[in-house]
Nanobody
């Protein structure tokens, strides 16, 4: 059973910083692309940032220059450093991972449970 467990959300003032992490665990052969999405109330889930196993990154325009995604392949963990946070960054943040389990023939996409990020004064 594969699990993605996120941590690091919370309440922060505008202009502040938060760091999120997401660790994949279970019977994993290899983790490929990993990413962060967010969903604000009444809105669709949207991509925030993604990173390949080799370290290539992709960011939403709204977070470029403020957020940074990274990963530790040895620990199957992805990180999101969020700086200069704005009230519009308030959302539930979800991580995902495209990975192959030891017993599987192909990869599957897994999601974390989500962590709340609130930016407010």
């Amino acid at each position: 059973q594969v699990q993605l467990v996120e941590s690091g959300g919370g309440l922060v003032q505008p202009g502040g910083s938060l760091s999120l992490s997401c660790a994949a665990s279970g019977s994993i052969f290899r983790v490929y692309a990993m990413g962060w999405y967010r969903q604000a109330p009444g809105k669709q889930r949207e991509l925030v940032a993604a990173i390949t196993r080799g370290g290539n990154t992709n960011y939403a325009e709204s977070v470029k220059g403020r957020f940074s995604i990274s990963r530790d392949n040895a620990k199957n963990t992805v990180f999101l450093q969020m700086n200069s946070l704005k009230p519009e960054d308030t959302a539930v943040y979800y991580c995902n991972a495209n990975l192959k389990e030891n017993s599987a023939w192909d990869t599957n996409l897994y999601w974390g449970q989500g962590t709340q990020v609130t930016v407010s004064s």
